[in-house]
């Protein structure tokens, strides 16, 4: 599933991806997960993969979701204590997700007190190293 902008949805594949548009890109990151926590079957995790994670690669993402198995929230963390992704949701963490303010407040969720957690430490670049500047 890809959660985009309106004016990305053409250069999309709708046969290859199951598309959401998010019309109020402003509210933040946490409306893009708002709007897919709402079409993905509840009874599933969810993983969050910005699409600017340049260097991430699907073995990397698979690695991640399989050590989720049984735990409410994974994400892998620099040794230096930097947060990366992707972020897996388990369905029972899911269930916060509507609840979470605008702006880009899944850490809200990823940091609360009340959930399991599994933190891989991973030191290699992939789940941190995003493109935000032409330069990157």
């Known amino acids: ?4 902008s309106t004016s990305l949805r053409a ?14 890109p402003e509210l ?12 993905v079957d509840p009874l599933h995790g969810i993983a969050v993969l910005p699409a600017d994670l340049a260097l991430i690669e699907e073995r990397d993402v698979a ?6 198995a049984g735990i409410d929230v994974t994400y892998p ?3 230096d204590g930097t947060p990366g992704h992707p972020v ?11 609840a979470l ?13 009340d959930f399991t957690r599994l933190v891989p430490a991973i030191a290699q670049r992939w789940p941190y190293a ?3 500047l032409r330069s990157d």
Do not use: E, W, Y
Not at 1 to 4: A, D, I, L, R
Not at 63 to 68: D, G, H, L, T
Not at 101 to 113: E, H, Q, S
């Open 1 to 4: 599933m890809v959660v985009c």
């Open 11 to 24: 250069s999309l594949d709708a046969h290859r991806v199951t598309i959401v548009c998010n019309d109020a």
């Open 28 to 39: 933040g990151m946490t409306h893009s997960l708002q709007l897919a926590n709402a079409v």
């Open 63 to 68: 690695a991640i979701v399989a050590a989720s």
């Open 77 to 79: 963390r620099h040794p």
């Open 88 to 98: 897996i949701f388990s369905p029972r963490a899911r269930r916060k997700i509507p």
């Open 101 to 113: 303010p605008p702006g880009d407040t899944i850490r809200l969720l990823r940091d609360r007190a």
């Open 130 to 132: 995003d493109v935000d």
